[in-house]
């Protein structure tokens, strides 16, 4: 039999294991996604006609020939402009393509080419409790890591665009350490792939990153090919939620999206929908995530009626709403 003194040398040992296998992790994380990470100084015209500085954050290489991917609070502005720095030490200058503020993304186009593309990952595969780990440039420290977990999923954080309000849906809630400066950067999991783009600090310990998914990936494809996204808007904010048991057995599916917020005036409002309506299908769609919702709210559905059936309380209602094209 071992003695006490052995099984708490043995427990030791166990711990030091499970440690120095994260360090391996993120090590290994941080030093392949690092060269495709760039530290962004943005500039703006003065008075006077030269440039001054306005702002920092941090971006990351979508293409070879020069994409990258930032926050759009980092770059919009008239004549913004800037120099983007790598790891590797070059320095290349940049333009925007695309600002998209009601996701908060932005398209950069560099003055260069051989830059090291991050691979996109899936944020919807993520999990509560999983690892992650954020780099960026908080500070204007160039290259710094943090790691953390995956706080909370199915966030909402409100974007602005001039006198037009939108909830990001889905954003990921992380505690790895964001800082000014961070905004742009990549957030990755184990495998080194881009599951987020880091976007606001929320508070101690809790930083917020808008997810890489299908939703995203078609904006971020409109603004690199057009320079703006067309989407369709029926006024609600909403969130993953459990469908009860009856519902379950009914549909045969596991969770629907819960209205949290209807916009006044807008075209959800006027169909009669509300707040805490669990939607559960559109446009003959089975709806069990946001993403689904986001998916049909593409340039093709603007001014087109769509069908949409949601559970309120313990009734089943088919209501119709109209789509409107989403004007900043």
């Known amino acids: 039999m071992s003695t006490t003194a052995e099984r708490e040398h043995q427990a030791e040992q166990r711990e ?12 290994d994380v941080a030093e392949r996604i690092a060269p495709s990470v760039a530290n962004l ?23 070879p020939d020069g994409f990258l991917v930032t926050s759009a609070h980092v770059v919009a502005g008239p004549g913004r402009t800037g120099r983007a720095t790598f790891v590797d030490g070059r320095e290349l200058a940049w333009r925007v393509v695309g600002v998209d503020r009601l996701t908060d993304l932005a398209v950069l186009r560099a003055d260069g080419d051989g830059l090291i593309p991050a691979t996109l990952g899936e944020a919807e595969k993520l999990r509560v409790g999983q690892l992650v ?74 930083g917020l990153a808008v997810p890489i998914n299908a939703a995203t990936r078609q904006i971020i494809g409109a603004l690199m090919r057009d320079g703006r996204v067309r989407r369709a808007w029926i006024g609600i904010a909403a969130g993953p939620r459990p469908l009860p048991p009856h ?65 309120r309380g313990d009734r089943w209602l088919d209501l119709e709403v109209s789509p409107v094209e989403l004007v900043e």
């Open 247 to 311: 519902a379950r057995v009914r549909l045969e599916r596991s969770s629907g999206v819960e209205i949290s917020e209807v916009s006044p005036g807008g075209p959800a409002q006027r169909a009669g929908l509300r707040g805490e309506d669990l939607i559960v299908e559109m446009g003959g769609q089975p709806i069990e995530r946001v993403d689904d919702v986001q998916r049909l709210m593409g340039q093709a559905a603007i001014g087109h009626p769509m069908a949409i059936r949601i559970l």
């Open 16 to 27: 030091a294991e499970a440690l120095d296998a994260y360090s391996k992790v993120v090590v």
């Open 133 to 206: 780990v954020a780099i960026g440039n908080p500070n204007g420290f160039a290259g710094s890591v943090t790691a953390g977990v995956v706080s909370a999923l199915g966030r909402s954080l409100p974007a602005r665009a001039g006198r037009t309000v939108r909830h990001i849906d889905n954003v990921i809630q992380t505690d790895a350490a964001l800082n000014p400066g961070n905004s742009g950067g990549a957030l990755v999991d184990s495998s080194a792939r881009v599951i987020g783009i880091n976007t606001a600090v929320a508070g101690v310990g809790l």
């Open 41 to 63: 100084r943005v500039m703006r015209r003065g008075r006077s006609g030269g440039q001054v500085p306005a702002g920092a954050g941090s971006a990351v290489a979508l293409t």
